[in-house]
């Protein structure tokens, strides 16, 4: 049971472009999304996070929108950078337990100078 | 200040043999979480700890699979035995508190079972 999609496996992009993640989820009881960002042969690392009662937050280049109603998430990139480039992968946080994130499959991002 | 580190970096056995997987955990820090990564499925998680409880281990994949936390900085995530289907990622993480939040991760264990 995939409580987390993320349906694209990659997004390429030229750079200074807008780069669109999305993320679905299923389970009702998450408080909060985060998005991570992994570069190969390093562990992932938080990026950004949504609080459930909220639709939308933003950090600098980076700004999470969350569509309840539709159980999704969406995570822009403005302007995107080569360095961006990287898996990105969301997550719910709950459900049945308290501090558990379920994560997504992760999307490959690539931007293109 | 050091990060979580985790050993080996890169692990093949074969089939059969026992893994022993190792995770420090970030100073201060009291939650610990095993990950496992594959294409397939992305990152799972395996369980967590909180103050070296276990809180959650319903994605430990069956009996053959054992974690520890002999001390509050360290783990231990055990294969025994080791099967070609375990080849996978292994991850580590910890955070502060048992919120789930921004949970800084290791660099990974590549394990190979052949």
């Known amino acids: 049971d995939q409580q987390v999609k993320q349906n694209s496996p990659s997004l390429s992009v030229q750079e200074g472009r807008i780069s669109i993640l999305n993320c679905d989820y299923t389970?009702?009881?998450?408080?909060?999304f985060l998005w991570y960002k992994k570069y190969p042969a390093e562990g992932p690392t938080f990026l950004i996070s949504i609080s459930s009662i909220k639709d939308k937050n933003e950090d600098g280049r980076f700004t999470v929108f969350l569509n309840k109603s539709a159980k999704h998430l969406s995570l822009h990139i403005v302007p995107s950078q080569p360095g961006d480039s990287a898996v990105y992968f969301c997550?719910?946080?709950?459900?049945?337990?308290?501090?558990?994130?379920?994560f997504g499959q992760g999307t490959i991002l690539t931007v293109h100078p | 200040d050091a990060g979580v580190i985790q050993s080996p970096r890169h692990e093949v056995t074969e089939m059969g043999q026992e893994v022993t997987l190792r995770c420090k955990l970030i100073?201060?820090?009291?939650?610990l979480f095993w990950y496992r990564q594959t294409m397939m499925r992305g990152l799972e998680l395996l369980i967590y700890?909180?103050?070296?409880?276990?809180?959650?281990d319903s994605g430990m994949p069956e009996d053959r699979f054992s974690a520890k936390m002999p001390n509050a900085s360290f783990s231990t995530l055990k294969i025994q035995p080791s099967e070609p289907r375990d080849s996978a990622v292994y991850f580590c993480?910890?955070?502060?508190?048992?919120?789930?939040?921004?949970?800084?991760f290791g660099p990974g264990t590549r394990l190979t079972v052949t």
């Open positions: 100073s201060g820090h009291n939650s």
């Open positions: 993480a910890s955070s502060l508190g048992d919120r789930g939040f921004e949970q800084y």
């Open positions: 997550a719910g946080r709950g459900g049945t337990s308290y501090g558990k994130l379920t």
């Open positions: 700890f909180n103050n070296n409880v276990p809180i959650d």
């Open positions: 389970n009702s009881m998450f408080d909060y």
